[in-house]
């Protein structure tokens, strides 16, 4: 008994810890109409403009962040298709909690529109004021608040594994499984310090894994040094993207490249495409691209955004189309099917499935 009561006191003590370390909260509201503003990234800026910690703004537009300790700090406000905006000086003492409004810009960002691709050059980190670096802000913060609703989410999931054509229609129904993850997404990469060693695809014995780029990787330090980026057009009006490549072609393992698309007049990252360098379609299959994939972004009613779908396709063999001869494709991939805030009332709560995802934490496509 007496243990017990030594472990209650214990758990207790943190508690009352947790409760009194220094924090700041309020809520983003936009500039023009007063109304809250959902989905926002705000981040908790150190003396010296460091960040120290974010969080996403709910659907009334709340928002609370912890502080690592006393001093003085200040609030940005990073909201998708619109300029940033700064909170000013916050003070914070030891175990004090500031409540701060926010006030959201309503300028919108003005993707900018490029005649001739080549006039963009690819540049690693690009410098602000460039197009490329325009479209990357966007794109970051995009990334950055998928990263971090993912982590206040339960995911319930379809994955599968089936073959398509080069058309992406199903040539059989596949395998299908229903996965569910909470806190994290069921599209999640290796580490990118995996990557960088041993790159996104791997031989084994029962056929060659591939591995796509998630949230965490392209945002990385890692991946930011070794890609370079450019200004690219889209096939109409509507979208603009952004192109990645390596900046050397490495000899010893499989790298990759891709576009984040953007939508023009929302600054939206509607989906990412990317595919493998190195690796071709065997000329022997037919016509067709070698490796590639895709993930599409959608913004959840409470303001977050996830990744909504997606798949990985590696050419396996070929069939006939007419007189065409056309590689087809191992495709796995899955699709969020439902999502549930994490703490939600348990008298609020739907079933979910029983069966749940394996443990290994990339998303692979297998070629025999």
Known sequence: MRKRTFIF???SVLA???????????????????EPVAGALIVLLDAAGTEVASTVTSARGTYQLRAPGAGVFELRA??????NSLSGEITLLADETVTRELTASSSAIVL???????????????EEGEATYVLWEEARKALQVTEKTAAAYRFDAMTYQRHVNLWGEALEQGDVQFVSYAGRHPWRSVPIEELEEHGYAREAEEGTYFYGPDAEVLLSDQFLDSHCFRYRTGGDDVIVGLAFEPVSEPTDRVDVD????????TSQLRTLEFSYTGIAAPSHLGTGPGPYGQMVFDQLPAGGWIVREW???TPTGSRQRGVQTYVTYAQQGGRVDRTERLGTPPGQRRPVPSVYGPPLAADTSVSP
């Open 9 to 11: 006191l214990i758990l």
């Open 16 to 34: 009352a810890s947790d409760l009194t370390a220094q924090a700041v909260r309020g809520r983003l509201l936009d500039a023009s109409s007063a």
């Open 258 to 265: 891709g576009v984040l698309w953007l939508d023009r007049e």
């Open 311 to 313: 798949w990985i396709r």
């Open 78 to 83: 990073e909201r998708i298709g619109f300029e």
């Open 112 to 126: 900018p529109v490029l005649a001739v691709e080549s006039e963009s050059e690819c540049s690693v980190r690009p």
